[in-house]
């Protein structure tokens, strides 16, 4: 059974690089055909898909976040991270790190392991 378990600030300042990080447990990151993703929820809306990595090397993101987004992995520590820049209030939300195995999907509902999640507030 592959746990995720997300960590990092609960308070970024606007224009501030929001960090988060993702521990894997049960699998590993190094697994083809694994698509480690960033997803996040603001309050009151929907699940927002942020961006994904695979050990292939692929790395796919949100049209809307790409400018803003980055997502790595380290190996050693079966952890993958997401930064984003240049945050506003619009990205107070909570964020989820997930998996999907198998294939590349940018729609939430397809992932299959997800993490507790995280609640980021961008506030000064």
């Known amino acids: 059974q592959v746990q995720l378990q997300e960590s990092g600030p609960g308070l970024v300042k606007p224009s501030q690089t929001l960090s988060l990080t993702c521990t894997v447990s049960g699998g590993s990151i190094t697994t083809t055909y694994y698509y480690w993703s960033w997803i996040r929820q603001p309050p009151g809306k929907g699940l927002e898909w942020m961006g994904a990595i695979a050990i292939e090397g692929n790395n796919y993101y949100s049209p809307s976040l790409k400018s803003r987004t980055s997502i790595s992995r380290d190996t050693s520590k079966n952890q993958f991270s997401l930064q984003l820049s240049s945050v506003t209030p619009e990205d107070t939300a909570v964020y989820y790190c997930?998996?999907?195995?198998?294939?590349?999907?940018?729609?939430?509902?397809?992932?299959?392991?997800w993490g507790q999640g995280t609640q980021v507030t961008v506030s000064s």
């Open positions: 997930a998996l999907r195995r198998g294939d590349y999907s940018s729609n939430p509902d397809r992932y299959d392991y």
